[in-house]
């Protein structure tokens, strides 16, 4: 059954053409990564499914419900949780506190005004979970702007989890990240998959991180689609060799 | 069982304004200058709410302060000679402008949102500055005075006792930041905290960030009002400067000035600019320029007001 259906989308900036009438449909429990030259339209294509950017003209349909104009906040309630290619996190607050608040959002806690005990202590159980699921239990409690990049990621895409979404879209995960960082981020992403049948969706410029996690890739050039396949097939394709591995 | 610093500091603030009234006196102050500082301090932290924990600048405070001071005085001069009537009168009339004038600004951010709030303060003051009959214009609304709160078995007389007074003071102040407190221990708190982190983190969370800075906002304004009754009450005049911009200012300096991450910082930045302001005012004229000089070399170097020397981003 697919979760997401992407129908023929485009999106213009005046004369510019970002996305031009790509389609995509992801299974459940599916692992699909986008790839694509700098300046392919990938980040853009992800800013239309989160609802960061709305199309000029297609549709999204997710788990049956059209999203297209949705506000982020609908689309987050409904199940749909991202990371950004620029780590987004609160840089002042600590790891925990991050994680806290992602919590009690997805607890439906946000409008409240207090917390019982035994709510309270649920919410802190969850939070230390996920902490210690995301290899952040030894900076718990330092201030998030304070760690090294990987482990803000790895707080990002936490949070991202917290939310307990439906599908996971996580926009190049290992950008600037060591050797080190990025096994680790990639093992993350590869539990959440095998374990968790979580969808998810990836924008990655690593391609040893593509090939090894990816169960079908789409390749944008130029905010066309050029190609979509298994990673075997996406390897073995002419076009996108020459429009992009070979350049790469 | 070990005290934690923040404990320590609570208690102590709390000792300090409990009994402020019975030595105030020995270190060359007096009860009202007390008073004065924490109804000015609750302006402050009211405002702080908004500045300090949820990342929202608004220039135009003195509006909802000014409605409290009017609503008071209004209340008090031609309805009824009641304190109690005056205060919910003032807080309902600053909550309600801030309800309607809110929900037209609060999808602007930054210096925008900054701006449209003058611009709406404005319209309050010159309305008090023109509406002579009513307001009394520039001569301000005099010809009425505090009332003694009636308890049922006995009246608590605020008017005859200025340490009386202080205690009606003492406990608004008490209840709005013990409220204000909680709130930001709360989770609806954290999406405050949330939204001044990091507003796009904020929303892909989930959390409908202009209702959130809204509500924000209602809470920041609904006890600014509740301020500006008091302080008509401290001054038993009711004057269209209150109302103005520049009072904004002057709250918005006392929490920056104090420190506006910390939760007393505009508590310490309000005497601070109450105390300075009482004494230079009774040597020159120009005791703004004191002021101001104090509040550019705080912000030079201590850009994160006087308790941020102490008071380093809490990682608990």
């Not at chain 1, 213009?12 to 790839?35: C, D, P, Q, W, Y």
């Not at chain 1, 649920?122 to 998030?144: F, H, M, P, Q, Y």
């Not at chain 2, 004065?36 to 509006?63: I, Q």
């Not at chain 2, 409290?68 to 009537?85: E, F």
Request: aromatic share 10%; with cysteine; hydrophobic share 50%.
């Amino acid at each position: 059954m697919s979760l997401l259906q992407v129908e023929s989308v485009s999106r213009h900036f005046g004369s510019l053409v970002a996305v031009e009438n790509v389609s995509m449909s992801v299974e459940v429990g599916e692992l699909r990564a986008v790839i694509g030259p700098n300046g392919a339209g990938k980040t853009t294509f992800f800013n239309l499914i989160s609802g960061f950017l709305t199309p000029t003209s297609g549709r999204i349909v997710f788990g049956g419900e059209d999203i297209t104009n949705l506000l982020p906040a609908r689309r987050v309630w409904r199940g749909i949780s991202r990371t950004f290619q620029l780590t987004e996190v609160f840089p002042e607050l600590s790891v925990q506190q991050n994680l806290r608040i992602a919590v009690e959002i997805a607890a439906g806690y946000r409008l409240r005004p207090w917390l019982s005990r035994r709510e309270d202590a649920a919410v802190s159980i969850r939070a230390t979970d996920l902490c210690n699921k995301g290899g952040l239990a030894n900076v718990e409690t330092r201030l998030v702007g304070e760690l090294s990049h990987g482990d803000q990621r790895a707080t990002e895409i936490m949070m991202a989890l917290a939310l307990n979404p439906r599908l996971l879209l996580l926009d190049e995960p290992t950008a600037g990240m060591g050797d080190q960082e990025t096994y680790n981020i990639t093992r993350l992403i590869r539990q959440l998959h095998r374990d968790q049948k979580l969808t998810i969706v990836l924008i990655e410029h690593d391609m040893r991180v593509v090939f090894h996690l990816a169960d079908r890739i789409m390749v944008l050039a130029e905010g066309r689609m050029l190609a979509e396949g298994t990673p075997r097939e996406i390897a073995a394709n002419e076009r996108v060799q020459a429009a992009y591995l070979g350049q790469a | 069982m070990e005290m934690s610093p923040k404990r320590g500091a609570n208690i102590l603030i709390w000792a300090v304004l409990l009994t402020m009234p019975y030595w105030i006196n020995w270190i060359g102050g007096y009860t009202s200058l007390g008073s004065r500082v924490m109804v000015l301090a609750l302006a402050a932290m009211s405002l702080n709410f908004l500045l300090g924990f949820t990342g929202v600048l608004s220039f135009g405070h003195a509006a909802y302060f000014g409605l409290g001071v009017y609503g008071m005085g209004l209340t008090i001069k031609y309805l009824v000679p009641s304190t109690v009537a005056g205060t919910a009168v003032g807080v309902v009339a600053g909550a309600a402008a801030a309800a309607v004038i809110g929900l037209l600004i609060v999808r602007l951010r930054g210096i925008y949102f900054a701006m449209a709030t003058i611009a709406f303060g404005q319209v309050f003051y010159f309305i008090a500055y023109r509406w002579n009959t009513v307001t009394g214009g520039d001569d301000g609304l005099s010809g009425w005075h505090r009332q003694p709160i009636d308890l049922g078995f006995a009246a608590w007389d605020i008017l005859g006792s200025d340490r009386a007074f202080y205690y009606w003071v003492l406990v608004c102040f008490a209840g709005a930041t013990g409220i204000m407190a909680a709130l930001l221990h709360s989770p609806f708190g954290r999406t405050l905290l949330a939204i001044r982190e990091n507003e796009r983190r904020a929303r892909f969370l989930g959390i409908p960030v202009d209702r959130h800075i809204w509500l924000s906002w209602m809470i920041s304004c609904f006890f600014v009002s509740l301020a500006g009754t008091l302080y008509a009450l401290l001054n038993n005049f009711a004057d269209p400067h209150d109302l103005r911009w520049d009072q904004s200012g002057d709250f918005v300096i006392m929490a920056v000035l104090g420190g506006m991450r910390a939760f007393w910082g505009p508590l310490i930045g309000a005497a601070i600019f109450v105390v300075l302001q009482d004494y230079v005012s009774s040597q020159t004229q120009n005791w703004m320029s004191f002021i101001g000089l104090f509040f550019v070399l705080v912000v030079v170097f201590f850009p994160r007001g006087v308790l941020g020397i102490l008071h380093r981003p809490s990682s608990r």
